[in-house]
Nanobody, 120 residues
Framework: QVQLVESGGGLVQAGGSLRLSCAASGGTFSSYAMGWFRQAPGKEREFVAA????????RYGDYLKGRFTISRDNAKNTVYLQMNSLTPEDTAVYYCAADPRNSGSDWRYWGQGTQVTVSS
């Protein structure tokens, strides 16, 4: 059973930065695509970023405009999301997900989420 545990969320002022981490266990992390999603209050969950097992492709939500960067360390079974130039609109619960097919669309495993709150 794959387990994903997010960390690094918190309260930050607008314009600030945060780095989220997602630690994986119980599966073959190095063969999975990994992704980040978020859900703001009253809104549907939306795609943020994804990275292939080797890091040879990365995808981002169009709305991000280069502010976020996804990366991974397969030796540590961890994926990261560096978030810069945060705005109050980035306030949401951020979820980590794993795709064992490495397709970028089969998000089979999910973490519990970490809250990010950006104050104006």
């Amino acid at each position: 059973q794959v387990q994903l545990v997010e960390s690094g969320g918190g309260l930050v002022q607008a314009g600030g930065s945060l780095r989220l981490s997602c630690a994986a266990s119980g599966g073959t992390f190095s063969s999975y695509a990994m992704g980040w999603f978020r859900q703001a209050p009253g809104k549907e969950r939306e795609f943020v970023a994804a990275i292939s097992w080797s890091g040879h492709w990365m995808r981002y939500g169009d709305y991000l405009k280069g502010r976020f960067t996804i990366s991974r360390d397969n030796a540590k079974n961890t994926v990261y999301l560096q978030m810069n130039s945060l705005t109050p609109e980035d306030t949401a619960v951020y979820y980590c997900a794993a795709d064992p097919r490495n397709s970028g669309s089969d998000w089979r495993y999910w973490g519990q989420g970490t809250q990010v709150t950006v104050s104006s």
